[in-house]
């Protein structure tokens, strides 16, 4: 069997079209701050190519600059700032953040009606309430990728591997949310290579290199490869050897090209969606 490879970069490029038309019209001009604290070199370039994509949609993007030693007080009253001010729909803090200030304290002082990246409690309780609101990006991505491949979910045998807040959480969330049975794996689950091979939906989110290998993917089993990792030669590579897996799935993201390319395309889904609520407006 040969996998379809799902195009993370063609699904991206369609959904920002539709998001740069929705805004395109409406009354009004839907704002997005970004804030990044030191220079962590990939950091600026996320959050660079944030800012293209928003103003590519439509979006206003303030983007707010302050130094690796900002205190956690300063950074916080940025926020307030923010919360407070209406012509910003949505806040975003780009992690990770220096040591010195203790990101759990940022995320619970954003707005949750303004939290882009969905990791207040609140909507992370909505998440797994089965009522979601604004939903972390990247697991939001993937079950937009699921969707536009077609991949049936309802009653599916999945697992994911990898439990951070930020990835594997709330995309088990979603998955159970639609129905599937889901497995959550990590670092202590036993066996690790037998409970992929019972799965019809693998999504890797583990941050080790190749970690997946063929012969954990069952005929038929579609591969997420949520993983992004550079080697010592250089070469990105995800947490699935990807060759290897695709001889035996029906269907399986690349890296790069997959997952990553939804990302900041569902941060401006996620900007219209708030933009839409704190109007009292229904989404299209």
Known sequence: MTATIIDGKAVAAELRAEIASRVAALAFQPGL???LVGDNPASTVY??????AAAA???A???IRLPADTAEAALLATIAALNAD???DGILVQLPLPPQIRPRAVIEAIDPEKDVDGFHPLNVGRLHEG???LVPCTPLGVMRLLAHAKVPIRGAQAIVLGRSSIVGKPMAALLINADATVTVAHSRTRNLAAECRRADLVVAAVGRPELVRGDWIADGATVIDVGINRTAEGKLV???ATAECAASASAITPVPGGVGPMTIACLLANTLTAALARRGLEPA
């Open 33 to 35: 701050a970004v804030v």
């Open 131 to 133: 009522h979601p609101h």
């Open 238 to 240: 995800g947490d699935c």
């Open 47 to 52: 959050v660079r190519n944030k800012d293209r």
């Open 61 to 63: 993007a303030r983007t």
């Open 57 to 59: 949609a439509g979006i």
């Open 86 to 88: 209406p012509a910003i």
